[in-house]
């Protein structure tokens, strides 16, 4: 195996391994620490896809940013922590059906399609050429996006204010 | 590792996302779901992306990133302001909008 090939293992088994926790830990607190191993592993995935600039955004906003305020929300809303309330509902068994099902029918479709084996030739600086696009043809998606996330944020803001 | 590998992966996270999404009963479980069905989302658009040639799928995913973070925010501001209201976070109390 090449050193492509073990990495991608291993990233593949870590990833998977802590979605798993994530959904099946009873304590959310643990959840929400393997929720951060998962985004991290997905960091490798991309590093391994030599996509550097969105491993680092992938670490800093979802591993950083998403993780603390999942935490602070978990510490706000939880009256009783550490007791073992039961996390899951009785629809275990139809939620096992239908994602496997939906998985299912995206490995069939994914297998069936003759898919590119080889890599493109790697552009020599990713990050340029994203901020490039950004700026020039992708410049209007970029500027609602401004737009939506002060929109976003001070919805949040007005939600989470003290009664008055 | 062909694409092919990229996107079951992909494929299979996403699933393991929408099984919590689907059983959780805490509401803050059920938006950690919806991060990993994000999460494998990314994965594709990079994944393509980069079989692809093509740097569109990583400005997707930028955008995705972005897209994600204000949507876990707001959430959880709903999640908060729910808790103050009712104070449960158990998705199978909240049924004020039940008929």
Redo the contacts between chains.
């Keep these: 195996m090449s050193g ?2 073990v990495a ?1 293992w291993l990233l ?1 088994i870590v ?2 391994g802590s ?2 926790a ?2 099946l830990s009873t304590n ?1 607190f643990h ?2 620490l393997w ?1 951060a191993l ?2 991290t592993g ?1 960091a490798g ?2 590093l391994l ?3 550097e ?2 491993a680092a ?2 670490l800093l ?2 591993a950083g ?2 993780v603390t ?2 935490v ?3 510490v ?4 009783l922590v550490g007791e073992r ?5 009785r ?2 068994a ?3 059906i ?3 099902a ?2 299912a029918l ?2 069939s479709a ?2 069936e399609r003759p ?7 790697a ?1 020599d600086d ?1 990050t340029r ?2 901020g490039e ?2 700026m020039t043809r ?1 410049v209007l ?1 970029f500027e609602l ?1 401004a737009l ?2 002060v929109a ?2 001070l ?3 007005y ?2 204010r003290p ?1 008055d | ?9 992909a ?10 999404v ?5 509401t ?2 059920i ?3 919806i ?2 069905m994000l ?1 494998a989302v ?2 594709n658009l ?2 393509f ?8 799928g ?2 997707f ?3 995705t ?10 959430g ?6 729910l ?2 209201v009712r ?1 449960t ?1 158990t ?2 109390h909240l049924d004020l909008l039940k008929g």
């Excluded at chain 1, 706000?76 to 009256?79: K, L």
């Excluded at chain 2, 689907?22 to 805490?26: F, G, L, S, W, Y």
């Excluded at chain 2, 990133?65 to 707001?74: G, H, P, Y």
């Excluded at chain 2, 959880?76 to 302001?81: D, G, H, N, S």
């Design positions: 492509e090939q991608f593949a990833l998977v979605a798993l994530v959904v959310l959840a929400v929720l998962a985004l997905t995935v991309f896809l030599e996509a600039f969105l955004v992938q906003l979802y940013g998403i305020i999942v602070f929300a978990i706000v809303t939880e009256r309330i039961s996390q899951t509902n629809r275990i139809g939620g096992a239908v994602s496997v939906v998985l995206i490995v994914v297998v898919l590119a084996i080889t890599r493109a030739p552009t990713l050429a994203i696009s950004v992708y998606p996006l939506l996330m976003a944020l919805g949040a803001i939600f989470a009664d | 590792m062909g694409l092919q590998a990229y996107l079951i992966l494929a299979v996270v996403f699933c393991i996302g929408l099984f919590g689907v059983t959780r009963r805490n803050i479980g938006l950690l779901g991060e990993l999460n990314n994965i990079v994944a992306s980069r079989f692809g040639g093509n740097v569109t990583m400005i995913t930028v955008f990133i972005c897209i994600t973070v204000s949507e876990a925010a707001l959880l501001a709903i999640v908060i302001l808790f103050r104070r976070v998705a199978d």
